[in-house]
């Protein structure tokens, strides 16, 4: 089975570099890049969006972190940069649980739950999330490259306001997000190939991505390509506007 069905959290690590994909994984993630090259380099500034996001909100003295559709772990996974900081990494697919597990096994601060991110009232009722997370306390969730694979029917802003909800004020929201602002058509083809393999993929508009942060306010400097969010040096930008982040705050603190 393995070799048959594409796999959305194998095929991600085959673009970030990594070896777990299988012939199937390949192939689709290589027609990708071809009818989209910018992918790859994406997926990297996805990645390291985390790790500026991670870093920032510890420096305000965040100590809690729900990881929504972790995917599969790589370097610099957020436990390892948010050290001292309870964390819970959330994803449906067995095979991220499973190699997310194994390596935070021994860490008394971090757990893995297998759970569906589009149903976030289950998520944040799960027992280990409620035995690792406070929510009477700020805590930041971070959803990277995860609402791009929910359909409009799943109403993903639904679910952030959801999250909205339940957790406290000074709460955060993190989110990066493919777009089709860039090409509309290389979107489109994209898109395509993942329905061809019985996969979603919702590329959205930098307006309608700033939706599902919902309630949460965006701080500065705002939904941005993923690479101008306080970049970690003053370098000219790499990434084409085809790829967005940004980080929402709950008022209140």
């Known amino acids: 089975m393995r070799d048959e ?12 570099g990594g070896d777990r994909a299988g012939e199937a994984d390949r192939r689709l993630a290589d ?6 090259p910018e992918v790859p380099l994406a997926a990297r500034a996805s990645r390291a969006f985390l790790g500026r996001v991670v870093r920032h909100l510890v420096d305000l003295g965040v100590r809690q972190f729900l990881d929504l559709g972790a995917g599969l772990p790589t370097a610099r996974n957020t436990h390892e940069m948010a050290c001292g900081s309870r964390v819970v990494y959330v994803d449906i697919d067995p095979m991220a649980v ?7 096994v021994g860490n008394p601060d971090v757990t893995v739950v297998q759970a569906d991110v589009r149903d976030p009232e289950l998520v944040l009722r799960h027992r280990d999330v409620r035995h ?11 959803a990277l490259a995860v609402y791009h694979l929910v359909p ?21 929201l993190a ?3 493919g777009s089709a602002d860039l090409s509309p ?25 700033t939706t599902i942060f919902d309630r949460f306010g965006l701080v500065g400097p705002g939904l941005v390509s993923a690479d101008r969010w306080h970049p970690a ?8 506007a085809g790829w967005y982040g940004g980080l929402g705050r709950k008022a209140g603190l």
């Open 31 to 36: 027609a990708v890049t071809a009818a989209c």
């Open 233 to 240: 040096a003053p370098a000219a930008p790499v990434l084409p």
């Open 175 to 177: 989110i990066s997000h």
């Open 132 to 142: 690792y997370i406070d929510f009477e306390r700020p805590v930041a969730v971070l």
């Open 5 to 16: 069905q594409p796999n959305v959290a194998r095929m991600w690590d085959y673009h970030l």
């Open 152 to 172: 409009d029917a799943e109403e993903p802003a639904a679910g952030t306001a959801a999250i909205y909800d339940q957790v406290a004020p000074g709460s955060y």
């Open 98 to 104: 499973l190699h997310n597990r194994i390596g935070v």
């Open 185 to 209: 058509e290389r979107a489109a083809r994209v898109a395509e190939l993942y329905a061809a393999s019985g996969l979603t993929l919702r590329p959205r508009s930098r307006a309608e991505i």
